[in-house]
């Protein structure tokens, strides 16, 4: 019953609307008037083309402003502007609302399969009617009238007709139609008002490259080329220096220290995905804590919150055993899945923590909300703690819950700098170099921002 | 030992018992039916919100017990919420009208047309369920390696769709909000700087000093980002002002953030005074 | 900023209570001048009722706008009337008494000035705390105003950023319809509305991810739409690097939320009597932040008056 | 080869989207959409993969009668309590709840039997004899009782009254009193660790006691405005210094790790650390 309601009003309101557009779009302009007051002089200088940097279905046109612009007792209040649509466009609007009905009608539902029939009909008829689209268009100016496509306020010079690239939308605007426009100063009186000369035809398209992003595309190139660059470099057999991390220092020393005292290690991943980029540094670091902990021989705890994360980090650390050369002392529930639900992984990390009284708990990766959680009940088991996030928010928690801190890239780093590769080391220089790059663009920006060059800042500036 | 536990669980399920008779009561007054049921239901969430605080104190059972729910019915809450509003609302109506018609989604399939009689829009969306098999073949010990396709498509697909928005967003566009105008934005010579010094926030000389501070910040920041170069003489120095500059934003962060977590707990108390014990209004 | 303590001297609980919180950090300061620590539990007990009290015996304070905050209210207040907003609700229960009272005075704010807004979620667990605030604030405030007209609840929609991606360029793509399965283009607010990119200003309230930030990120700065956000306290730092230039402004935590509606109270009669749950919330956290710091400062006593003795060994 | 597959699912996938930044075009954009339906979508199945986990968890506690394996009960009673709420509705006014109730007690009480019946390794015949009973139990209330009834056809489970109460009635509560511990933890971690042992905790202790400072209405009355013009010219400029300088840092490795990614030069995520 309600249901049948709101479908009733929805019905109801999608009429007025549709009845009222027709009333309001479809007219002829009148340009010659009766009133005293003469005609405003027209725009002039109209130009039509394809919008650049979009998938097409839009056309931008510009023009000068007429000389009436705001002026003046026959001031120009606004622009409205008219494509020249076939006739036929009356039809395929018309199917194309009785195909949307259709839609709605089938939610309420179908037992015969009169209305699912109804509707592949009018698809075929609709997609028909489609196909013939450009042909019509292509008729101008026979067989067609003017419709307004919006108003544009006095001042402005251009106008981006924009129409939907969903063809079964109201508003779809075919691609590689021939369009034709006319813009009208409109007065005060919408009554009076004077056309401009006709431009067309215009096509629209879709464009394969976006220019506005360029400076995006040259930071590609610039930077993929530094990071091969250095990766070839690394691979050669450069020595590649990587200032010391205390955190990463502190680590080695944790596993000595929890070897000493028979205790365990807790290794948290945080609550990120296997695709956050912290998870996968923090999957590298594990390796090399789980190598050092074979090697030693101490216990490894690693609570997971997300089941991909935990078949990931189960082969990195069986993997890691193996390099070691005891493959023999991997358990598969050294890496075991908790729960998907953030507050009850804390909850079950921190029971670990107060049970098992770790030597050492290290968190790497993304935490949110539950790093200062964690962290407080680990100082509370008395355990050192080593935390590493490049979630902002939570760095100054684990700054001063924990003893040692990778703060935001520091982590990044560290898997780096642990796994002394030289690939890896060799992207973390074109990193470097990147930045470098950074800080001389920053002060030249800053040189010409003082100065008030903008032709230099306007490089930054990226259109989307 | 033993005795103690059993006296603390019988005076609490006493007090679970007398709440939710009592508020059964006080519910039922303003003429709601099902009343015995909200009773219960107000009494849980108390008794869960006491359980949770208990760990304040020590480990206890109550607060295993509010855990262990919480885990489960979480887990069930998400697993629903995704079924209807993702398999249901979304999968469905694209690659088959029998299960459309079944759930009662409106079938979308078929607006992309036919190629060789199959349907397109059902035979692009057939392989997110074919990738979900995937993953969920990580299950089977012989055929786990074929769960590391749907991980690559994940992985891959994030990891371009990071490179380009974290270089714009992180990058280009935080570099160019680092062009300021070390001397204000309307400045307009000594003499008027001098004549006119204030402290105001609006003043010229704190909009300056503020400038600068987010120049020098920024650069050292980044100074002491550098891995791949000892940090001595200059270059130290300059690392040294970011850390110390770091240092500074994470206290203040920190201090911030107090505020949302007392928040947080007074929620959590208005939530026992009002709702449960109807001490305040 | 000015904050005065406006205690009515009759009121006996507050003074209890203060009496108590102060005559109990003194103790611990004179304890803590012989270097003796305190038990993590003793500082709970302090926050507990430092907490509780003011929740209890109400203590008022009086708030004025700052800069960040006037920014989202002046944006609001300057567009034109029957702009489009459309409010995002992405934040769950937890974080909901820090952030709702936002989202309440500022759907309140658009709707006095006759803007049309949208509703909508990124999190599952918002869609509840949405229809709660239609229910409590908008519908009994607002009987005038017609759903689909003025305003319309599009709910939640699983895909965090996936989300945000795809209503940037085409919001019918994921949202074919509201919550109630009424389809978007039967409704007037909708009307000539494709993608975000034809909204007037879009408001994110949130505090985790997806959150304002992606917001930010993904739709608002691409689509060159005004963005005001408000965002629990913790990461409301975080979103002042995009603040002038990717949002107009940021409502920080319950102080963001307070200094909001003590503007609305001042500047329109007709919220003069409304609930202020911001505002009321200041007084637990003047309190707490006293003690906060007491124990800092006893920290510090602490650390040095045991330096010194370890020193004179 | 099964190495291989997957580093050239990623780089072809990758490159797409880097690409497809590039190309405002409608093809790109068309593939684009459906790649993010996509990722959403397959993220179902993880879900289901998590569930899972958590069963062969919970049961493997109960079979072994680990430590505190009775409160793994509990996380199946309340994880087959919501999913049965979720798949059934209500189809009275909420006046007249019939047996609704007693029949999730049932149908709880069979699912928790049948799984006994598979983990247990002696009362086999017990266990499916309840097991049967309590299945036959719930089905007889499913037939005679209308004013309920199940929906696999339609979302109308979740408005199902009883799905919404245990949400706010149990999710709620524990999450947020979670949640609210953080005020104590914050205050205790202050206490513990804000002290001036060095430069750099001195500088961390004094920027955090200054925007504490704006909460406390007597340095308000010594200092007027500027106490909390100070506070909030910490937020607006150290601050946005220092978070860009780590935003840009990160965004930095972001792109680095992506890009490595991409390109097959990191490979830890594939489990060969």
Redesign the interface.
Known sequence: MKLKTVIFICLLLLATISVSAQEGAEIVPETDTTEQMPPPAPISLLTAVDTDNDNGHSVTLTWELSPDDRQGAKSVMSYEIFRWVPLMRDTVEQVRSELANTGQELEVGDPTGEIKEKRNRLRDEYEGLLSRYSDAYGQYPNNGVWKSVGVSPSGSTTFADKGSKEREAFDYLPDYCDFYYQVFAVTSDAGIRTGSEIFGPVHSYGQWFNTGRIPIFVAVLFFSFLTIYFVQRAKKGDDLYVRPLAGIEAVDDAIGRATEMGKPILYVLGLGTASDVATIASFTILGRVAKKVAEYQTALIVPTYDPIVMTVAQEVVKSAYIDAGRPDDFKEDTVHFVTQSQFAYVAAVNGTMLRELPATNIYMGKFFAESLLLAETGAVAGSIQIAGTDEIAQIPFFIVACDYTLIGEELYAASAYLGREPVLLGSLKAQDWAKAALVILGIAGLVAANLGWTDFTDLFHVIN | MKKTAIIVTAVVMGLFILSWVLKANAVSATAE??YI?RGF??T???F??LS??S?????NPF?????????????????????????????IPRVSEGLS????????G??W?NVLGLDIMNV??V???I???M??M??SSNY??I?????????????????????????????????????GNNWTGFGDFFSNLSLD?SGQL?LM??NW???????????????????TGAFGKASRV??????????????????????????????L?KDWLE??S | MNNFLLISLSDIGVIISLIVIFGGLLWLFVRSIKAKEVDRRIIFIFIFVAVAAPILFPITFQESATEVVKGVYNKIENLPAGSRILISFDFDPAMAPEVQPMANAISAHALEKGHKIIFMSLWATGQALLSQTLETVIIPQFPEKEEFVDYVNIGYKAGNEGVLNVIVADFRQMFPTDVNSVPLDSMPIFYNLKSCKDLDMIVSIGGGKPGPKEWVLFVGDPGNIPMGVGVAAVVAPQLYPYYPKQVVGILGGVKGAAEYESELVKNYQKFEDMETPGLRMMGPQTLAHIVIMSFIIIGNVIFFRSRRKDGTK | MKRQIPFVLVFIFGAFMVFQYFIPHESSEWVYEFLLDWIIIIGIFALALGIWSLLRVSLDKIKNKKENYIYSYLILFGLFGEIIFGFTAFNGNGESWGFYLPFVACALLAIIMIIHTIISTGKKTTFAALAGVFILLSVLISIFDNSWSFHFSSAEGVQNPMFRSFFDHILIPVLSTMFALLAFFIASAAYRAFRARNLLATLLLVAALIVMMRFNPWVAVIYGDYGAKLSNWLMNVPNLAAQRAIVIGIGLGIVATALKIILGIERGYMGKG
């Open positions: 039916s099902n049921l239901l107000v849980i969430a108390a869960l919100t949770v605080l760990f304040l104190y020590k480990d607060y295993k017990f509010a855990e262990h729910l919480f885990v489960g019915v979480s887990a069930a809450f998400w697993m629903c919420l995704g079924f209807w509003s993702t398999i249901v609302g979304n999968l018609n079944t759930f009662k989604v409106p079938y979308i078929g607006d047309g692009v969306f392989f997110p369920i990738f979900g098999i993953l969920i990580r299950l786990g390696w769960s590391r396709w749907p991980l690559a498509l994940i992985v891959g697909t994030t990891a371009g769709l990071n490179f380009v928005r974290y270089l714009q967003s992180d990058f280009i566009q935080q570099v160019s909000s680092t062009f300021v105008p070390l001397l926030a704190v000093l503020a501070v987010i120049f020098i910040g920024v650069f050292c920041g980044l100074i002491y980002f550098f891995f791949s170069k000892e940090h970011g850390i110390w500059i770091l240092m500074i934003t994470f206290g203040a962060s920190f201090g911030y953030t107090v505020m949302g977590r007392i928040s947080l707990l007074v929620g959590r108390i208005t939530f005074f001490i305040i």
